[in-house]
């Protein structure tokens, strides 16, 4: 089976050791990235990534152990390079609270913990490659030992798809917060219209929750972009 690959332009991706974002010179790669496409053996061997539960589906919980801030719904479809969908496909995701503070002992921003919001979560998408995410809207948060980077609102995902080697580590903001213009990772897409795909898109919604849509596709013309 012939598998078809097209390099990604390179506007659309990270563009690697970025000015502002010191971490980017320990963690982007020394030597020029190869193209290395799946092997058939690859494609169709065991789907360990499949037989992982899901945990946490639902990070903003009831009553007392409601979590802070306002309640969001994510819609996430996973899709490969055609569009079509990717049932099976593992999707992690984490998140800050409302406050903008983690849950790990790095993070040293003086912000409450919410003792109700655990901010991890891994789900499986079903047979039209869709997952939902119950959550709060995490907050913006200060980069330590910055000029004033703020962080503006964003979900952090890892996707594995296919095969272990259809892995997507990406990042998803929200439409129109002030602060994604500065933001030194958004930005190091130079492609606008790229920046654009890691934007989710509000929808209507008739219930407590704010509705998010969101697409994560694993690989293709219309990927999203990696960050570093
Ligand atoms: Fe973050």
């Known amino acids: 089976m012939a598998i078809r690959i097209e390099r990604r332009a390179a506007s659309t991706q990270a563009q690697g050791i970025e000015p502002g974002y010191a971490q980017t010179a320990r963690r982007?790669?020394?030597q020029p990235l190869a193209l290395r496409p799946h092997t058939p053996s690859e494609l169709s061997g065991?789907?360990?990534q499949r037989c992982l539960p899901e945990i946490r589906g639902d990070l903003a919980g009831y009553g007392e152990r409601r979590a802070l801030g306002q309640l969001i719904r994510l819609r996430v479809r996973v899709a490969d390079e055609d569009g079509a969908p990717l049932p099976g496909a593992?999707?992690?995701?984490?998140?800050?609270n409302a406050a903008g503070k983690y849950i790990h002992p790095n993070d040293s921003h003086d912000a409450p913990v919410d003792p109700n919001f655990y901010g991890a979560a891994?789900?499986?998408a079903g047979e039209n490659g869709l997952v939902e995410l119950r959550t709060i809207k995490p907050g913006a948060y200060p980069v330590p030992d910055t000029d004033g980077w703020w962080r503006p609102p964003h979900v952090h995902f890892s996707v594995w798809g296919r095969v272990w080697l259809s892995r997507l580590v990406t990042q998803m903001f929200f439409p129109g917060d002030p602060l994604n213009d500065a933001d030194v990772i958004l930005n190091a897409i130079r492609d606008p219209e790229a920046r654009g795909r890691c934007i989710a898109r509000l929808v209507?919604?008739?219930t407590s929750e704010l509705i998010y849509?969101?697409?994560l596709?694993?690989?293709g013309r219309k990927a999203s972009p990696g960050l570093p």
């Open 28 to 30: 982007w790669p020394s």
């Open 46 to 48: 065991p789907q360990v």
């Open 90 to 96: 593992v999707v992690e995701a984490w998140h800050c």
């Open 122 to 124: 891994r789900l499986v």
């Open 204 to 206: 209507p919604s008739k």
């Open 213 to 215: 849509e969101y697409q």
């Open 217 to 219: 596709v694993v690989r």
